[in-house]
DNA sequence: CAATACCAAGCAAGCGCTTGGTTTGTAAAC
DNA sequence: GTTTACAAACCAAGCGCTTGCTTGGTATTG
């Protein structure tokens, strides 16, 4: 199944936008304000002139700013957690899985849903606590193809540290990327996998 | 010198304010509120009200509501970088200055700077670009003490990786303790920093 | 001809910051 | 040891502007 196969297939369950439709070009546009500037700087004028409506017209799509801001994280995770299982289910070994999961996490920090998870770390403190939770549900599911992997290989022996406390790592490590990595530079996004891989003191 | 004598003298040179003064005392709170509700939910109101002044007051101490960011952020950072060159100096080999700035990093973190270090991270963006560059000629100072140390251990052979990748790592990962880490839990500060210099694939 | 998508206008509330005047702390002058 | 002088710290009030969101009406589409 290829990455476009995954996207529309969750499409066709209504559970992510069409990004061609006018409710995902809205989210594309969001998650790069909501990054550039904060979800707090960015006004629902700013969210409308990006897709060339009035303010008012934002409200027949979302009921509320925030909500805007919930759909872009919900979208994302729901996508990302179903590429992501594709990419592991593809690899037999524990290594190559846990390779699979930092690289396809790389590519989504820095690639086309870079904004979008850029907003997810960042501005998770503008949502509502109603909200967190229900966002807070599908991150776990997400987290959950983590830990599965980190606890075989601890208990593999290939792996010494806490699995809870390396997923901790490796997120922090992961998504501060976005604040200094460019992929137009000297490092590929395999050769960053690669230094990442090796910092673990992992080897094949 | 203790860690309370570096504080003393940076506050005789007037480079950051006592804690018992009305202006540390604000900035304190600023730290905290900025942290826990963002620096764009943060009223004025807010920061006069967590000092017990009205809002209009605020503005004999500080001309606008930025330059409170600011203060919180440039203070923050001429009293970390202080305190880890004194914990560096007190190492003599590499490894035992590595070891130093990881756990004098964890303690920022997550011990009493540790609100006005979440707002170095989270609330970057909200600074205006010429105030960022006033605080990264600090940021410089603060990361070269790291280089420094990595760059040696690289040319001694005890580090694979590109110094300023691993860095970067780092920051990442530690900065995102704060999310998660807990000092009252099972692991103690100088547990983490066994975890993160084992993770490197580093031993004594 | 209904439903959907949108516009033009604007409201109520909250924002950062200003203003003019009062209190408080301090130290020299008498 | 009281008085005088003065600046720093603060208050009460509110201005001008921006914000998220509403409203009533008009195109567009199947």
Redesign the pocket.
Known sequence: MTQDAILRSLIADNLVSDPSG?RGRLLREAARLFRDKGY??????DL?AAV??????????F????EILKAVMVETIRLNTALMQAAMDKESTCYGKLRALIRAELEFINGQTGEAMAVLVYEWRSLSEASQLEVLELRDIYEQLWLDVLSTMKSEGSLKAEPFVVRRMLTGALSWTVTWYRPDGGLSLDGLTDQVVAMMGLTK
Chains 1, 2 share one sequence.
């Not at 707090?40 to 004028?45: A, C, G, N, P, Q």
């Not at 060339?52 to 799509?61: A, D, E, M, T």
């Not at 009921?63 to 925030?66: A, L, N, V």
């Open positions: 006018a707090e700087r960015t006004t629902v004028r409308a060339g409506i009035q303010s008012g017209s934002l409200f027949h799509h009921r509320t700013k925030e």
